[in-house]
């Protein structure tokens, strides 16, 4: 997630400069195929090599066969196909496609699906993330909601989560790592709510858990809340341990 996390201090930036798009390294060199046109408000992108822009609003489709680097204000990226590495750091972000290698987002609304090759990061306001992830998944956001395909490990903190996902590796979910006495009484602060299939079980902080009909959760499910987990008749749970949280930092509960 650390990707993702460094990206979300230049967006400040990206803002300044919503009135210009600057290119950045881009080799223009005789052996680089490139071409660009433009089709329904969107850049269409053809080239071999990377893609850098620091601009403002970006709304891009096509092929990019090297990384892609983007700080802007708005991005909006539709059936993109990228050969290597995704990094974003902007306003409010949709995504469709693939993308080969590792992406790292930072922004505020962000909507991800699509294909991941390597892990994928984002640090978001609001996030809704769907497709496939081919090894980890590091999410953090106020409001989360995960229906993807991790084939890796799943890390996700949130203050209000929904993880209707597939997870082929272990998990840790936190919501409210710290407990303000200001949103106590407030039923969506620190509410995690599972749909999915946990494969190898996992670790969860939050104030309520709720296991809903359609999850199921194999290996050892270790669960801090303020309350008991609230299971749902249809889940099926292996293991599940659970211990009080009275009111600890979930920084000071989990290794």
Same mark, same amino acid.
């Given at each position: 997630?650390?990707?993702?996390?460094?990206?979300?201090? @230049? &967006?400040?930036?990206?803002?300044?400069?919503?009135?210009?798009?600057?290119?950045?390294?881009?080799?223009?060199?005789?052996?680089?195929?490139? =071409?660009?046109?433009?089709?329904?408000?969107?850049?269409?992108?053809?080239?071999?090599?990377?893609?850098?822009? %620091?601009?403002?609003?970006?709304?891009?489709?096509?092929?990019?066969?090297?990384? @892609?680097?983007?700080?802007? +204000?708005?991005?909006?990226?539709?059936?993109?196909?990228?050969?290597?590495?995704? =990094? &974003?750091? *902007?306003?409010?972000?949709?995504?469709?496609?693939?993308?080969?290698?590792?992406?790292? %987002?930072?922004?505020?609304? @962000?909507?991800?699906?699509?294909?991941?090759?390597?892990d994928l990061s984002?640090? #978001?306001?609001?996030?809704?993330?769907?497709?496939?992830? !081919?090894?980890? +998944?590091?999410? #953090?956001? *106020?409001?989360?909601?995960?229906?993807?395909? &991790?084939?890796? $490990?799943?890390?996700?903190?949130?203050?209000?989560?929904? @993880?209707?996902?597939?997870? =082929? +590796?272990p998990t840790r979910?936190?919501?409210?790592?710290?407990?303000?006495?200001?949103?106590?009484?407030?039923?969506?602060?620190?509410?995690? !709510?599972?749909? +999915?299939?946990?494969?190898?079980?996992? !670790?969860?902080?939050?104030?309520?858990? %709720?296991?809903?009909?359609?999850?199921?959760?194999?290996?050892?499910?270790?669960?801090? *809340? $303020?309350?008991?987990?609230?299971?749902?008749?249809? #889940?099926?749970?292996?293991?599940?341990?659970? $211990? #009080?949280?009275?009111?600890?930092?979930?920084?000071? &509960?989990?290794?």
């Amino acid at each position: 997630m650390r990707k993702a996390w460094l990206a979300a201090g @230049v &967006i400040t930036a990206a803002m300044a400069t919503s009135g210009c798009v600057i290119v950045v390294g881009d080799d223009d060199g005789s052996k680089m195929f490139h =071409s660009t046109r433009d089709a329904d408000g969107f850049t269409v992108l053809d080239r071999n090599g990377d893609y850098s822009r %620091i601009g403002g609003d970006m709304d891009l489709r096509g092929h990019v066969g090297g990384d @892609v680097s983007l700080i802007s +204000g708005d991005v909006d990226m539709d059936d993109m196909d990228i050969g290597g590495e995704l =990094s &974003i750091a *902007a306003g409010d972000v949709d995504f469709t496609g693939r993308v080969q290698g590792e992406a790292s %987002i930072a922004g505020g609304d @962000v909507y991800w699906s699509g294909y991941a090759g390597r892990d994928l990061s984002i640090a #978001a306001g609001s996030l809704l993330v769907e497709g496939v992830v !081919e090894r980890d +998944g590091s999410f #953090a956001a *106020a409001d989360m909601r995960i229906n993807a395909e &991790i084939r890796g $490990e799943l890390r996700a903190q949130a203050d209000d989560m929904f @993880v209707g996902a597939d997870v =082929s +590796g272990p998990t840790r979910l936190v919501a409210a790592d710290d407990i303000r006495r200001s949103r106590r009484n407030d039923p969506e602060h620190g509410r995690i !709510e599972l749909a +999915g299939h946990l494969s190898q079980g996992g !670790e969860v902080c939050t104030r309520t858990l %709720i296991i809903g009909p359609d999850a199921r959760i194999d290996g050892t499910l270790h669960v801090w *809340a $303020e309350s008991d987990p609230v299971i749902a008749s249809g #889940a099926r749970v292996n293991d599940l341990r659970f $211990e #009080a949280r009275d009111g600890r930092d979930c920084d000071d &509960i989990l290794d």
